[in-house]
């Protein structure tokens, strides 16, 4: 099973910054976040990952609590292309496959 | 572009027919993944390789399922007596052995249908 939790759905304004949240209450120490999304029929585009601190590259910053608890993907300047369904995975401890969950649906609106 | 690559991109077969997909990772790397994805669903993790030994196979990779790397470069999926629920996307990705952590990279899939 998915060890994340993500809200179903959201929706964000062209332009705007989209702000993806993600609960991962039982992470271990060892345990990476992953950010995937995947717009309709393609496969999964791989974004960012972090482990303890806040992590930012081209695409998204990735925003880590202390407890590491619980994580945000930010996307600065939400455009169209950016309607995708978003996975928030957690991955590590010896396992090297991705287990996704349903993820979240974000619709970027003009 | 050397990104994943995936052949065929659709595949239409009538049940009880065999099929074979082929997935080609990104040079150097030297882990394979095959994943499935059903409408509405996340990717489902099916095997992986590293190199060409096959090391870990999910309990959704029945017997009719089987997956080869032979030289440790392009991989194979083969599906024996389809069935109408083996109708999905098939998704391969690769990665980079690392230390730490390896991110995976996938193709763009093949959409398997069961007639």
């Known amino acids: 099973d998915a060890k994340t939790t993500q809200p179903p759905s959201m929706d964000c304004a062209e332009g705007r910054a989209a702000n993806l949240p993600c609960n991962h209450s039982?992470?271990?120490?060892?345990?990476?976040v992953y950010w995937y999304r995947q717009i309709h029929s393609q496969g999964p585009q791989y974004i960012i990952h972090?482990?303890?601190n806040n992590e930012t590259n081209e695409m998204a910053s990735l925003i880590i609590t202390e407890d590491r608890k619980s994580s945000t993907l930010i996307l600065p300047h939400a455009t169209l292309r950016d309607t995708a369904v978003y996975y928030c995975?957690?991955?590590?401890?010896?396992?090297?496959?991705?287990?996704f969950g349903k993820g979240m649906k974000l619709t970027v609106n003009p | 572009d050397t990104g994943v690559s995936q052949d065929p991109r659709h595949k239409i077969t009538k049940r009880g027919q065999n099929v074979t997909f082929r997935c080609d990772p990104i040079?150097?790397?030297?882990?394979l993944y095959w994943y499935r994805q059903t409408l509405g669903q996340g990717p489902e993790f099916l095997t992986y390789?590293?190199?060409?030994?096959?090391?870990?196979k999910s309990r959704l990779l029945s017997d009719r399922f089987s997956a080869e790397r032979p030289k440790g470069s392009f991989s194979t999926l083969e599906i024996q007596r389809t069935e109408q629920g083996d109708s999905a996307m098939y998704l391969c990705?690769?990665?980079?052995?690392?230390?730490?952590?390896?991110?995976?990279?996938f193709g763009p899939g093949t959409r398997l249908t069961v007639l």
């Open positions: 390789f590293q190199n060409e030994a096959q090391l870990e």
């Open positions: 990705a690769s990665s980079l052995q690392a230390i730490s952590t390896d991110t995976q990279y």
């Open positions: 972090g482990l303890k």
């Open positions: 995975i957690v991955r590590g401890g010896g396992s090297e496959k991705l287990v």
């Open positions: 040079s150097e790397h030297n882990r």
């Open positions: 039982t992470i271990s120490g060892n345990e990476y």
